[in-house]
DNA sequence: CCGGATTTTCTGGTATACCATATATCTCCG
DNA sequence: CGGAGATATATGGTATACCAGAAAATCCGG
């Protein structure tokens, strides 16, 4: 950089290697990643994060780390406490069926903008899209359904053409992808699920805003009462016993 | 603290001097203090921030500001565009239409929940919250009433029991607040607001879910259908055009 | 050998210096 | 006088040093 090569030629500038991509952006990324992959709820005790050892690892410095963590502790995904350390958030019961009751509220509302404008092609894109998993077909491929099974569901969202909508949604997402993954395995979640959205498919084709609006807002809160019911698995192991009972998550 | 005084005085533990508040904390509740205290949609240019004289005038250095910049960057109220400065978001016409449509999703889900579960007490607060501006009153006060409108808004979020659905739409309420206090006065939208008002409480009072629920919808969508046809002034005096014509606002 | 006081260490919070680049200003040639 | 290029300036991004306080380790008196 030294040498500000005054090359002729006129249309050379760098392809962008500084616009958009930061350090910060970048390990933001990068812990986000991480923690959606690691299976919180596997893991017996607290996951804790160290500024110093990550900053060294990733190879930048304290600074960018600690912006990164700012953003992961107001979505939610770690919590921070001083002169403790940084930790990741496990969500307690209640804290998921509040996030699931408000995921409710988001599709059910998406279902309703979806029925009223959603083209046709992405509606039968959303019936393609569960078309590999017919109603009598469950037991084999599970793993595979839980991750067709939020696809669809972003899927709605999506259709809603209401991108905050889409977006507000998007952490809620992350933070129930490990339960899902849970609870598809028990009562016959899975066969009951694919069901469902059958019916909403449905209500979103014959463009019944109503119907499909209750069908996505009854799907979703079944499977929070679901976890009401037969989630305490999640409160069971929480080996940090601070204040802080019932704290809402993902804001600040 | 040089002398670590022995003082046999059981109870005399510092009055929690540091703990829970932060710098960084400040800045960004002085901050967003400040953002919603100016009319963001008076103002006729964009008006940017600049960190140094920032931390100059709060007497602290640019590292906490950054991270509550960071923190209202992620929230929606500001836009940081590297080299070039950090602005305070004025969100378009658009974007108010989707976050109240969000809004919608999530007062009707609440509006729901509170028919089932809020106290008798707390729909009879509600009742008296609005009992200032019966049916007939409009015209005076109307400053007044934006703020019981605010209140009587929050009032149901609340009382659904579910504190991240009141936590989502917190960060709503204060890019609207500039809206409403404009909307307000059109139309004849004061008076109808209170009738709605009226009628939801009715619905709660009778415990009837489902009628909350779309009272709830519609009164909020109705909003949403005021502001698509007569918002085109919040897209008037743009002066930024930069690129994102569209971007969704309040999430990364 | 044990329990409480002390010291040590480790951690997040803050201040500060520096860097790279976008913009603004100025220069100089046509 | 005007515009392309050089220089100056300003601003956000990053690195680093230091601080205060809490937890852990250590020490010491019994």
Do not use: W
């Given at each position: 950089?030294?040498?500000?090569?005054?090359?002729?030629?006129?249309?050379?500038?760098?392809?962008?290697?500084?616009?958009?991509?930061?350090?910060?952006?970048?390990?933001?990324?990068?812990?986000k990643?991480?923690?959606c992959?690691?299976?919180?709820?596997?893991?017996?005790?607290?996951?804790?994060?160290?500024?110093?050892?990550?900053?060294?690892?990733?190879?930048?410095?304290?600074?960018?780390?600690?912006?990164?963590?700012?953003l992961l502790e107001q979505e939610g995904f770690?919590?921070?406490?001083?002169?403790?350390?940084?930790?990741?958030?496990?969500k307690?019961?209640?804290e998921i069926v509040e996030m699931i009751t408000v995921m409710a509220a988001l599709e059910s509302m998406a279902a309703r903008l979806a029925?009223?404008?959603?083209?046709?092609?992405?509606?039968?894109?959303?019936?393609?899209?569960?078309?590999?998993?017919?109603?009598?077909?469950?037991?084999?491929?599970?793993?595979?359904?839980?991750?067709?099974?939020i696809?669809?569901h972003q899927a709605i969202l999506k259709m809603s053409g209401c991108a905050l909508l889409a977006g507000m949604s998007e952490n809620l997402f992350i933070h129930m992808r490990?339960?899902?993954?849970?609870?598809?395995?028990?009562?016959?979640?899975?066969?009951?699920?694919?069901?469902?959205?059958?019916?909403?498919?449905?209500?979103?084709?014959?463009?019944?805003?109503?119907?499909?609006e209750?069908?996505a807002r009854?799907?979703t809160?079944?499977?929070a009462?679901?976890?009401?019911?037969?989630?305490?698995?999640?409160?069971?192991?929480?080996?940090?016993?601070?204040?802080?009972?019932?704290?809402a998550g993902t804001h600040r």
């Amino acid at each position: 950089m030294a040498e500000a090569s005054p090359q002729p030629s006129p249309t050379l500038d760098v392809p962008r290697l500084d616009t958009g991509s930061t350090f910060a952006k970048e390990a933001y990324a990068a812990l986000k990643r991480a923690i959606c992959a690691m299976d919180i709820y596997d893991h017996p005790d607290e996951i804790r994060l160290d500024e110093r050892r990550l900053s060294e690892g990733l190879g930048v410095s304290r600074t960018p780390i600690r912006e990164a963590m700012t953003l992961l502790e107001q979505e939610g995904f770690v919590r921070t406490r001083p002169r403790r350390g940084i930790f990741v958030v496990r969500k307690s019961k209640r804290e998921i069926v509040e996030m699931i009751t408000v995921m409710a509220a988001l599709e059910s509302m998406a279902a309703r903008l979806a029925a009223e404008r959603a083209s046709g092609a992405d509606i039968a894109g959303l019936r393609r899209l569960m078309d590999d998993f017919p109603s009598g077909n469950e037991g084999a491929r599970l793993d595979d359904y839980s991750d067709a099974n939020i696809a669809f569901h972003q899927a709605i969202l999506k259709m809603s053409g209401c991108a905050l909508l889409a977006g507000m949604s998007e952490n809620l997402f992350i933070h129930m992808r490990a339960i899902r993954k849970i609870t598809i395995h028990q009562d016959n979640r899975a066969a009951r699920s694919i069901v469902d959205h059958f019916r909403i498919i449905e209500a979103l084709e014959r463009r019944d805003a109503a119907l499909a609006e209750r069908l996505a807002r009854e799907h979703t809160l079944g499977l929070a009462r679901h976890v009401e019911r037969h989630g305490d698995f999640l409160d069971a192991a929480a080996p940090l016993a601070d204040v802080v009972p019932a704290e809402a998550g993902t804001h600040r």
